[in-house]
Protein backbone atom coordinates (compact mmCIF):
# COMPACT_ATOMS: atom_id res chain seq x y z
CA UNK A 1 0.00 0.00 0.00
CA UNK A 2 1.05 3.38 -0.87
CA UNK A 3 -0.58 6.34 0.97
CA UNK A 4 -0.06 10.21 0.64
CA UNK A 5 -0.79 12.67 2.97
CA UNK A 6 -0.66 16.47 2.71
CA UNK A 7 1.36 16.34 -0.40
CA UNK A 8 1.48 19.98 -1.58
CA UNK A 9 3.48 21.15 -4.28
CA UNK A 10 3.80 24.65 -6.22
CA UNK A 11 6.33 25.53 -9.06
CA UNK A 12 7.29 28.95 -9.46
CA UNK A 13 4.88 30.66 -7.10
CA UNK A 14 2.03 28.40 -8.49
CA UNK A 15 0.81 25.62 -6.25
CA UNK A 16 -0.26 22.48 -8.37
CA UNK A 17 -1.20 20.21 -5.78
CA UNK A 18 -3.04 21.08 -2.78
CA UNK A 19 -2.79 19.34 0.62
CA UNK A 20 -3.47 16.20 -1.51
CA UNK A 21 -4.37 13.04 0.72
CA UNK A 22 -4.82 9.55 -1.56
CA UNK A 23 -4.29 5.58 -0.73
CA UNK A 24 -3.37 3.18 -2.98
CA UNK A 25 -4.41 -0.38 -2.17
CA UNK A 26 -2.43 -3.40 -2.90
CA UNK A 27 -3.27 -6.36 -5.37
CA UNK A 28 -5.25 -3.27 -6.71
CA UNK A 29 -5.28 -1.22 -10.18
CA UNK A 30 -5.22 2.35 -8.62
CA UNK A 31 -6.04 4.77 -11.21
CA UNK A 32 -5.34 8.22 -11.12
CA UNK A 33 -7.33 10.74 -13.54
CA UNK A 34 -7.78 14.14 -14.46
CA UNK A 35 -8.16 17.07 -16.90
CA UNK A 36 -4.80 18.09 -18.43
CA UNK A 37 -3.09 20.42 -15.89
CA UNK A 38 -5.22 18.97 -13.04
CA UNK A 39 -1.68 18.02 -11.10
CA UNK A 40 -1.88 13.92 -11.73
CA UNK A 41 1.76 13.79 -13.50
CA UNK A 42 2.72 15.92 -10.72
CA UNK A 43 1.56 13.60 -7.98
CA UNK A 44 2.69 10.63 -9.91
CA UNK A 45 6.23 11.58 -9.85
CA UNK A 46 6.34 12.77 -6.28
CA UNK A 47 5.43 9.25 -5.92
CA UNK A 48 7.84 7.96 -7.32
CA UNK A 49 10.46 10.47 -6.23
CA UNK A 50 11.39 12.05 -9.10
CA UNK A 51 10.05 15.54 -7.49
CA UNK A 52 9.95 16.21 -4.15
CA UNK A 53 6.87 17.80 -2.77
CA UNK A 54 7.01 20.56 -0.40
CA UNK A 55 5.28 19.29 2.02
CA UNK A 56 3.36 16.02 3.23
CA UNK A 57 4.64 12.38 3.48
CA UNK A 58 4.80 9.91 0.96
CA UNK A 59 4.57 6.34 2.81
CA UNK A 60 5.21 2.90 1.05
CA UNK A 61 4.09 0.65 3.22
CA UNK A 62 4.61 3.00 6.19
CA UNK A 63 7.86 3.68 5.23
CA UNK A 64 8.60 7.92 4.65
CA UNK A 65 10.22 8.10 1.07
CA UNK A 66 10.55 11.92 1.82
CA UNK A 67 12.65 10.79 5.03
CA UNK A 68 14.61 8.19 3.42
CA UNK A 69 18.91 8.87 2.80
CA UNK A 70 20.01 8.19 -0.47
CA UNK A 71 20.93 4.20 0.27
CA UNK A 72 17.37 3.79 1.39
CA UNK A 73 15.72 4.84 -1.66
CA UNK A 74 18.18 2.69 -3.62
CA UNK A 75 16.75 0.06 -2.22
CA UNK A 76 13.80 0.91 -2.09
CA UNK A 77 13.53 1.43 -6.40
CA UNK A 78 14.68 -2.11 -6.49
CA UNK A 79 10.80 -2.64 -5.26
CA UNK A 80 9.82 -0.18 -8.23
CA UNK A 81 8.33 -1.04 -11.89
CA UNK A 82 7.90 1.74 -14.37
CA UNK A 83 5.89 1.29 -18.01
CA UNK A 84 6.45 4.74 -19.29
CA UNK A 85 4.17 5.95 -21.86
CA UNK A 86 6.03 5.90 -25.63
CA UNK A 87 7.18 2.07 -23.91
CA UNK A 88 11.33 3.81 -23.98
CA UNK A 89 12.88 0.20 -25.24
CA UNK A 90 16.65 0.53 -26.13
CA UNK A 91 16.57 0.36 -30.46
CA UNK A 92 19.59 -1.31 -30.44
CA UNK A 93 18.76 -4.16 -27.72
CA UNK A 94 16.62 -7.48 -28.86
CA UNK A 95 13.70 -7.80 -26.95
CA UNK A 96 15.40 -10.47 -24.36
CA UNK A 97 17.77 -8.06 -23.82
CA UNK A 98 15.51 -5.36 -23.12
CA UNK A 99 14.01 -7.59 -20.24
CA UNK A 100 16.98 -8.80 -18.79
CA UNK A 101 18.49 -4.94 -18.40
CA UNK A 102 16.88 -4.29 -14.97
CA UNK A 103 18.25 -8.03 -14.08
CA UNK A 104 21.31 -6.86 -15.23
CA UNK A 105 21.66 -3.59 -13.34
CA UNK A 106 19.85 -4.13 -10.88
CA UNK A 107 20.29 -7.73 -9.04
CA UNK A 108 22.93 -10.13 -8.41
CA UNK A 109 21.95 -13.23 -10.33
CA UNK A 110 23.97 -15.83 -12.36
CA UNK A 111 23.71 -15.03 -16.32
CA UNK A 112 21.37 -18.49 -16.16
CA UNK A 113 19.32 -17.42 -13.45
CA UNK A 114 18.59 -13.62 -15.13
CA UNK A 115 17.66 -15.85 -18.50
CA UNK A 116 15.28 -17.98 -16.23
CA UNK A 117 13.86 -15.12 -15.30
CA UNK A 118 13.23 -13.26 -18.67
CA UNK A 119 12.04 -15.72 -20.78
CA UNK A 120 9.52 -16.52 -17.49
CA UNK A 121 8.26 -12.21 -17.80
CA UNK A 122 7.85 -12.75 -21.59
CA UNK A 123 5.89 -15.77 -21.11
CA UNK A 124 3.59 -14.44 -19.03
CA UNK A 125 3.18 -11.51 -21.38
CA UNK A 126 2.40 -13.77 -24.06
CA UNK A 127 5.73 -13.41 -25.82
CA UNK A 128 7.52 -16.42 -25.94
CA UNK A 129 9.76 -16.98 -29.17
CA UNK A 130 10.42 -13.14 -29.37
CA UNK A 131 12.99 -13.33 -27.73
CA UNK A 132 15.40 -12.06 -30.72
CA UNK A 133 13.36 -9.55 -32.34
CA UNK A 134 14.02 -5.72 -32.15
CA UNK A 135 11.90 -2.89 -30.93
CA UNK A 136 11.34 -1.76 -34.75
CA UNK A 137 10.14 -5.09 -35.84
CA UNK A 138 7.24 -5.50 -33.31
CA UNK A 139 3.90 -3.90 -33.16
CA UNK A 140 2.96 -1.12 -30.69
CA UNK A 141 1.05 -3.50 -28.63
CA UNK A 142 3.74 -6.33 -28.72
CA UNK A 143 6.32 -3.30 -28.01
CA UNK A 144 4.03 -2.37 -24.35
CA UNK A 145 4.05 -5.96 -23.66
CA UNK A 146 7.71 -6.09 -23.47
CA UNK A 147 8.03 -3.08 -21.37
CA UNK A 148 5.50 -5.06 -19.05
CA UNK A 149 7.95 -7.74 -18.97
CA UNK A 150 11.13 -5.69 -18.11
CA UNK A 151 8.76 -3.72 -15.15
CA UNK A 152 8.16 -7.31 -13.73
CA UNK A 153 11.60 -8.45 -14.05
CA UNK A 154 12.83 -7.84 -10.58
CA UNK A 155 9.22 -9.11 -9.27
CA UNK A 156 7.80 -5.43 -8.11
CA UNK A 157 5.68 -4.64 -4.93
CA UNK A 158 5.11 -1.51 -6.56
CA UNK A 159 4.49 -0.73 -10.47
CA UNK A 160 3.92 2.81 -11.77
CA UNK A 161 2.60 3.05 -15.37
CA UNK A 162 1.96 6.74 -16.97
CA UNK A 163 -0.95 6.47 -19.83
CA UNK A 164 0.06 2.83 -20.73
CA UNK A 165 -2.78 2.86 -23.78
CA UNK A 166 -0.95 5.92 -25.44
CA UNK A 167 -1.06 5.46 -29.08
CA UNK A 168 -2.63 2.08 -29.22
CA UNK A 169 -5.49 1.32 -31.11
CA UNK A 170 -9.02 0.56 -28.59
CA UNK A 171 -8.93 -3.43 -28.97
CA UNK A 172 -4.82 -3.29 -27.98
CA UNK A 173 -5.66 -1.37 -25.25
CA UNK A 174 -8.13 -3.28 -23.75
CA UNK A 175 -5.68 -6.29 -24.10
CA UNK A 176 -2.92 -4.27 -22.24
CA UNK A 177 -5.26 -3.33 -19.56
CA UNK A 178 -6.33 -6.76 -18.76
CA UNK A 179 -2.57 -8.29 -18.75
CA UNK A 180 -2.05 -5.11 -16.16
CA UNK A 181 -5.04 -5.73 -14.12
CA UNK A 182 -3.95 -9.87 -14.21
CA UNK A 183 -0.18 -9.38 -13.23
CA UNK A 184 -1.43 -6.49 -10.44
CA UNK A 185 -3.96 -9.40 -8.68
CA UNK A 186 -1.85 -12.38 -9.50
CA UNK A 187 1.47 -11.22 -7.96
CA UNK A 188 -0.24 -8.34 -5.47
CA UNK A 189 1.54 -5.86 -6.55
CA UNK A 190 0.43 -2.27 -5.38
CA UNK A 191 -0.15 -0.29 -8.72
CA UNK A 192 -0.70 2.89 -10.24
CA UNK A 193 -1.97 3.99 -13.47
CA UNK A 194 -1.88 7.51 -14.51
CA UNK A 195 -4.56 7.42 -17.34
CA UNK A 196 -6.36 9.61 -19.92
CA UNK A 197 -7.97 6.40 -21.05
CA UNK A 198 -11.96 6.60 -19.96
CA UNK A 199 -12.49 2.86 -21.28
CA UNK A 200 -9.72 2.00 -18.72
CA UNK A 201 -11.16 3.66 -15.91
CA UNK A 202 -14.74 2.26 -16.59
CA UNK A 203 -12.94 -1.30 -17.47
CA UNK A 204 -9.83 -2.01 -14.53
CA UNK A 205 -10.65 0.86 -11.93
CA UNK A 206 -10.63 -0.49 -8.60
CA UNK A 207 -9.36 2.12 -6.71
CA UNK A 208 -9.78 5.79 -8.57
CA UNK A 209 -8.21 9.19 -7.51
CA UNK A 210 -9.83 11.69 -9.63
CA UNK A 211 -7.78 15.14 -8.91
CA UNK A 212 -9.43 18.78 -10.19
CA UNK A 213 -7.04 22.04 -10.25
CA UNK A 214 -4.52 20.29 -8.09
CA UNK A 215 -7.43 18.95 -5.31
CA UNK A 216 -8.34 15.35 -4.64
CA UNK A 217 -12.44 15.91 -5.60
CA UNK A 218 -13.25 12.14 -5.70
CA UNK A 219 -12.33 8.69 -5.01
CA UNK A 220 -14.32 5.32 -5.73
CA UNK A 221 -14.18 2.41 -7.80
CA UNK A 222 -15.17 1.80 -11.12
CA UNK A 223 -18.97 1.00 -9.98
CA UNK A 224 -19.69 3.96 -7.73
CA UNK A 225 -18.14 6.59 -10.81
CA UNK A 226 -21.70 5.71 -12.46
CA UNK A 227 -23.51 7.01 -9.51
CA UNK A 228 -21.17 9.91 -8.45
CA UNK A 229 -22.56 13.75 -8.02
CA UNK A 230 -19.48 15.71 -8.52
CA UNK A 231 -19.73 17.73 -11.32
CA UNK A 232 -16.10 18.01 -12.73
CA UNK A 233 -16.21 14.01 -12.37
CA UNK A 234 -19.16 13.68 -14.04
CA UNK A 235 -17.99 16.18 -16.75
CA UNK A 236 -14.68 14.44 -17.59
CA UNK A 237 -15.51 10.39 -17.26
CA UNK A 238 -18.70 11.03 -19.18
CA UNK A 239 -17.74 13.98 -21.33
CA UNK A 240 -18.79 12.02 -25.14
CA UNK A 241 -22.10 10.86 -25.93
CA UNK A 242 -21.33 7.32 -25.95
CA UNK A 243 -20.20 7.26 -22.23
CA UNK A 244 -23.28 9.40 -20.90
CA UNK A 245 -25.50 6.63 -22.71
CA UNK A 246 -23.71 4.24 -20.78
CA UNK A 247 -23.62 5.77 -17.68
CA UNK A 248 -27.79 6.63 -18.23
CA UNK A 249 -27.95 2.86 -18.89
CA UNK A 250 -25.97 1.51 -15.94
CA UNK A 251 -28.00 4.09 -13.39
CA UNK A 252 -31.67 3.72 -14.79
CA UNK A 253 -31.10 -0.92 -14.98
CA UNK A 254 -29.54 -0.54 -11.74
CA UNK A 255 -26.14 -1.11 -12.36
Known sequence: MIQ?????????????LHDVDATFLTGKTNLIIGQSGSG?????????GLIRPDSGEILYDGRDLLKMNSSQ?????????????????????????NVMFPLVMFSDMSREEM???????LD????????????????????????IARAIALNPRYLFCDEPNSGLDPRTSILIDELLSDITHEYGITTIINTHDM???????????FLNKGHRAWVGDKHQIYHSDNEALNDFVFATDLFRHVKDYVVNHGG
Open 40 to 48: KTVLMKSIV
Open 4 to 16: VKNITKSFDGKTI
Open 115 to 121: LDRAHFC
Open 73 to 97: VKDLRREIGMLFQGSALFDSETVLG
Open 199 to 209: NSVLGIGENIV
Open 124 to 147: RVNLKGADSKYPAEISGGMQKRVA
